[in-house]
């Protein structure tokens, strides 16, 4: 027996290790696991003229790409034998201060993506060169700085200053405020050099933790993190989230950013954070809510990762969806069998309907009840008659409102004769409980992901969860709220104020993206650009924020027409098909579009998965097919999203909301599921003519 080995992971290596089969999969593991173990029957070898080490997988037709330093053993890539060399010579490690990047040996001098429909915004294009100057930079320096395209790229040039002029531009390109940057550039000119921090110390910092994650022991830990995705058994938390996780807030906090920004990693943290530090004399636990029962067993699995199987922080934090926190709220209460069972609602409209007298269908009722009078909190026929029923497709006059208010009266008293209410109901009973001074709020604290999808009557019982009853106002740090109102496919846009939240002067935004390439990210914006700003995002800037960024550079996003569904789906196919051991996740609008690439998978012998809203994560590697209004929540390294032409729909249906309101929703959708990519993304659509240049 040797040494033992802690071993680190990069990302480019568990890049590489979703293009393997899952025997050579295992291969891999069964070597790390000898090497974490201090088996020796696995050696390390140097590369000739290179940094690196390289040590055999099986029985030498593959080769493991790592660096050493100490006990640590850092894994960069692995391929086939001349491949993985190929790789190495291609690549170096490069360190400044405690942050380390893996470069390519040459920058391309040509901008990687000349066709991408938005300017490009790059590390420290939010400063101007004066702010640099506070640096020492000189204004010529600094035009240049300020020009620096991605992450990679400003690592390059830090690594050519050195010392702690280096350190400080990394740390202002990871969004650091300017005035905590300065300060401590100041003292370490100041002080003596401090070493600088070996690699294996390295790769642990927290500004490394989007890049390199330190692999578990045991042999099935490491199967689950070598078999998945870095995101799938490890929950980051880089220094510009942290900021937000220990934030002391003197009342309700809202916390927004795009896709892959973090924010449900913050809403972990901070219920962990709240848990343990602000709450721990509390009895009472912290309450993580989310939007449905996938999400939040995800998301508890997340937390036990993030504490540790059988911390006393588990019992602590209740991972409840909205529908599962009314429904304790109201059992507490003494009304146990308050939801309506699942064929109860369809039977209490069928009776209402029986006082229709407008000629309009039961789902404009549905969307009545949902859109105006939720929205609104206007539950009694004064309240509803001054509506002004705003995104609604069907006008109105006072008459025709008094009928409408017949049919959804009618609806409430055939709920009340089967002993329940429906899912809107069931938030406006248990805010109803908690407002009336009878019952105790059972949460200490709630912290809130998805906000955008919530719906009105949610945040207002989120409200009456955090309500001081002495004061009437939000208890100190009670309240967080995460989301991204530009995301929103299930509820219509309402002010946190008109459900009594009150975020003035706590409002903070996650700038850098983690998950997407930056490419994609920008093709995603331009499908929303012209939406009108979400009430979500009071005070910021109408579409996201200039800071806003990803981490990670790549190719754009490939855009496909096609003269009929058939040839679209036969095209995915043969993508997916070419790449037997890459992850794909194909999104529709549809399911009937799923169903044509499923036959056309079928013919290639390709194996794929249907999710569902049971299912808790993508197939790794494999094929997932899943509609757009399920894409919440996933990410695969490969995205197709197909139908684009169908989005947005010309008109929706039974005049369940205006034109305008639909059309929102529906770019919405296309948003979310492009912004489900890591690496590559295409989006396809069915038309005669080429489609014009994005």
């Not at 507490?332 to 939801?339: L, Y």
């Not at 069928?350 to 105006?372: H, I, K, T």
Request: aromatic share 6%.
């Amino acid at each position: 027996m040797t040494a033992a080995f802690e071993i680190a992971m990069a990302d480019t290596f568990q890049k590489a290790l979703s293009r393997l089969d899952p025997s050579r999969l295992k291969h891999v593991l069964d070597a790390v696991a000898k090497l974490q173990a201090g088996n020796s029957s696995v050696h390390l070898h140097a590369l000739q003229g290179l940094p690196h080490k390289a040590f055999s997988v099986n029985q030498n037709a593959m080769r493991v790409v790592c660096q050493q330093d100490g006990g640590v053993l850092v894994l960069l890539w692995v391929d086939d034998h001349d491949d993985a060399y190929q790789w190495a010579a291609r690549h170096r490690v490069v360190q400044v201060g405690s942050v380390v990047r893996i470069l390519p040996t040459e920058f391309a001098d040509a901008d990687p993506t000349p066709e991408a429909p938005l300017d490009l915004r790059g590390p420290l294009s939010h400063l101007r060169p004066k702010d640099l100057g506070h640096l020492g930079v000189s204004p010529g320096a600094a035009r240049t700085l300020l020009r620096v395209r991605d992450e990679d790229e400003l690592v390059e040039f830090a690594d050519l200053l050195k010392g702690p002029l280096g350190e400080a531009l990394i740390a202002l390109g990871t969004d650091a405020r300017l005035d905590v940057v300065v300060r401590q550039y100041e003292q370490a000119q100041k002080e003596a050099a401090t070493p600088r921090p070996g690699l294996g110390d390295a790769v642990r910092a927290p500004e490394n933790s989007h890049r390199f994650s330190m692999l578990p022991p045991g042999e099935e830990a490491l199967a689950r993190a070598l078999s998945g995705s870095l995101e799938s058994w490890q929950v980051f938390l880089h220094p510009s989230q942290r900021r937000l996780v220990d934030k002391d807030a003197s009342g309700p906090m809202r916390v927004t950013g795009g896709p892959g920004t973090g924010k449900t990693v913050v809403c972990l943290h901070r219920a962990a954070h709240l848990a343990k530090v602000t709450f721990h004399d509390d009895p009472r636990p912290i309450l993580l809510t989310v939007f449905n029962k996938a999400l939040a067993k995800r998301i508890r699995a997340q937390l036990e990762q993030l504490c540790g199987q059988g911390s006393p922080l588990l019992d602590r934090i209740h991972v409840r969806t909205v529908v599962g926190v009314a429904q304790d709220i109201l059992r507490a209460a003494g009304r146990p069998d308050t939801f309506l069972a699942k064929e109860d609602t369809p039977a209490a409209w069928q009776e209402a309907m029986q006082q229709e007298s407008l000629g309009l269908p039961e789902s404009f009722y549905r969307a009545e009840r949902q859109f105006v009078l939720a929205r609104n909190d206007a539950w009694t026929e004064t309240r509803y008659l001054s509506q002004a029923r705003t995104g609604r497709g069907t006008r109105s006059g006072r008459k025709d409102k008094k009928a409408i208010w017949n049919v959804l009266e009618a609806f409430e008293r055939a709920c009340a004769r089967r002993g329940g209410v429906d899912r809107v109901g069931l938030a406006r009973e248990a805010t109803a409980v908690l407002s009336d001074g009878s019952t105790v709020a059972p949460y200490a604290a709630v912290v809130v992901d998805e906000a955008q999808d919530c719906a009105p009557g949610d945040l207002r019982l989120f409200a009456a969860l955090v309500r001081d009853p002495a004061t009437g106002q939000a208890r100190r740090n009670a309240l967080t709220l995460a989301g991204d109102g530009y995301q929103r496919i299930h509820e219509r846009p309402v002010p946190l104020s008109h459900c009594g939240i009150d975020i003035r002067g706590r409002s903070w935004r996650l700038h850098l993206n983690y998950r997407t390439t930056e490419p994609i990210r920008r093709a995603a914006l331009e499908t929303i650009r012209d939406l009108p700003p979400d009430p979500l995002h009071e005070e910021e800037p109408a579409l996201g924020d200039p800071r806003d960024r990803s981490v990670r550079s790549g190719e754009a996003p490939v855009w496909e027409a096609f003269p009929s569904p058939e040839a679209e789906a036969a095209w995915v196919a043969d993508q997916v098909a070419a790449q037997p051991q890459a992850t794909f996740l194909v999104l529709s609008r549809t399911n009937q579009g799923l169903d044509t690439v499923e036959a056309e998978l079928g013919k290639r012998k390709v194996t794929c998965r249907r999710l569902t809203a049971e299912d808790e994560s993508m197939p790794q590697p494999g094929v997932a097919l899943a509609t757009l209004h399920r894409a919440k929540g996933l990410e695969a390294p490969r995205v197709v999203v197909i139908g684009a032409d169908r989005i947005p729909m010309k008109k929706p249906p039974d005049a369940v909301m205006d034109v305008e309101a639909w059309r929102q929703q529906e770019l919405s959708l296309l948003y979310v599921g492009i912004t489900r990519a890591r690496d590559w993304c295409a989006v396809t659509r069915v038309t005669a003519k080429t489609r014009e240049k994005h």
